[in-house]
Nanobody, 125 residues
Framework: VQLQASGGGLVQAGGSLRLSCAASGHIRSSYFMGWFRQAPGKEREFVST????????AYADSVKGRFTISRDSTKNTVYLQMNTLKPEDTAVYYCAAATSAILSSSRTGTSYSYWGQGTQVTVSS
């Protein structure tokens, strides 16, 4: 599985961005597709994940109600719609694929075997 993230950019606080993660290779319905982020000087943190079947998803408390994860199986693409962005959302965002995770472990980066290259999101105040 290869992942290509895109859609990052510079936006003012309160604005919106939509990140895309295009996957190549066969994505099984049981896979989790996740988004993580890493701000300068901070550890990578979980943002959101979705089961490829669409049957379950999860969000970090810090983004719940503002971000929405979705997938389009016809395009093999996962999206992260980010609304009401805050300066603290500034980070490099990575998409990742977990081939054997369950929902309870899908918030952990070590559950993911495949990672995209990251896309920078900068939110100005």
């Amino acid at each position: 599985v290869q992942l290509q993230a895109s859609g990052g950019g510079l936006v003012q606080a309160g604005g919106s961005l939509r990140l895309s993660c295009a996957a190549s290779g066969h994505i099984r319905s049981s896979y989790f597709m996740g988004w993580f982020r890493q701000a300068p000087g901070k550890e990578r943190e979980f943002v959101s994940t979705i089961r490829w079947s669409g049957s379950s998803s999860a969000y970090a408390d810090s983004v719940k109600g503002r971000f929405t994860i979705s997938r389009d199986s016809t395009k093999n693409t996962v999206y992260l719609q980010m609304n009401t962005l805050k300066p603290e959302d500034t980070a490099v965002y990575y998409c990742a694929a977990a081939t054997s995770a369950i929902l309870s472990s899908s918030r952990t980066g070590t559950s993911y075997s495949y990672w995209g290259q990251g896309t920078q999101v900068t939110v100005s105040s």
